[in-house]
């Protein structure tokens, strides 16, 4: 099946502890978006890439890292320093990155740090 | 300043009545592309329709509608026939293109609907 896979859908950490989510796509979709959520929140963009090794800072990179080695795959590291990492995390992307293309997303990682 | 603003944190409507999702923008660029998304209660962003800045009708998708006031710079959601389905938050979004080296798609806070039987 053509999509987008987010994985785990639930994950639990410990304070202090680095995790790493995963998003992989057979879309074959050149530009890839993490975004964080939070309620009454919206969306907000923590890191995009638009081609394999290379990506951006979003509004709210701070306490994450990313690395885009394969088309198909996009991972997300919380790392210590991220404050409050506990959120919904949704990865998207979009067959070109373009003004008038939507993003397709997948189902989410709803991360909880204890 | 807020790129996307929707001003209506929660609505509610009838079964089968129609209803609006404001919302409005704010960008410089002459181009620029408006999206509306579903997202229910299991958390998946579901894509709804799609408003370009050179479009000269207002886009339509089944029983969505966007009416798009470009001087007024708003791009509000029609639902008509609202079904107990239809039951969500909705985002409204925007890609500007920035000199073509920055597409982000930037989201309001959302609007969460109610459809009562």
């Known amino acids: 099946d053509g999509g987008i896979t987010q994985s785990p859908k639930y994950l639990f950490r410990k304070e202090g502890q680095n995790v790493t989510l995963s998003c992989e796509q057979n879309?074959?979709?050149?530009?890839m978006y993490w975004y964080r959520q939070d309620p009454g929140q919206g969306l907000r963009l923590i890191y995009y890439?638009?081609?394999?090794?290379?990506?951006q800072k979003g509004d709210i990179a701070e306490g994450y890292s990313v690395s885009r080695e394969k088309k198909e795959s996009f991972p997300l590291t919380v790392t210590s320093a991220q404050k409050n990492p506990t959120a919904f995390y949704l990865c998207?992307?979009?067959?070109?990155?373009?003004?008038?293309?939507?993003?397709?997303f997948g189902q989410g990682t709803r991360l909880t740090v204890v | 300043a807020q790129k996307i603003t929707q001003t209506q944190p929660g609505m509610f409507v009838q079964e089968k009545e129609a209803v609006t999702l404001d919302c409005t923008y704010d960008?410089?660029?002459?181009?620029?592309?408006l999206f509306w998304y579903k997202q229910p209660s299991s958390g998946e962003m579901i894509f709804l329709i799609y408003q370009g800045s050179y479009d000269q009708q207002n886009a339509t998708e089944g029983r969505y509608s966007l009416n798009f006031q470009k001087a007024r710079k708003s791009a509000n959601l029609v639902i008509s026939a609202s079904q107990l389905g239809d039951s969500a938050m909705y985002f409204c979004a925007m890609r500007e293109d920035s000199g073509g080296s920055n597409y982000k798609l930037t989201f309001g806070k959302g609007t969460l609907l109610t459809v009562n039987p």
């Open positions: 960008t410089s660029d002459p181009s620029y592309g």
């Open positions: 890439s638009q081609i394999v090794n290379d990506f």
């Open positions: 998207a992307t979009s067959a070109i990155p373009d003004f008038n293309t939507e993003a397709f």
């Open positions: 879309l074959n979709h050149d530009a």
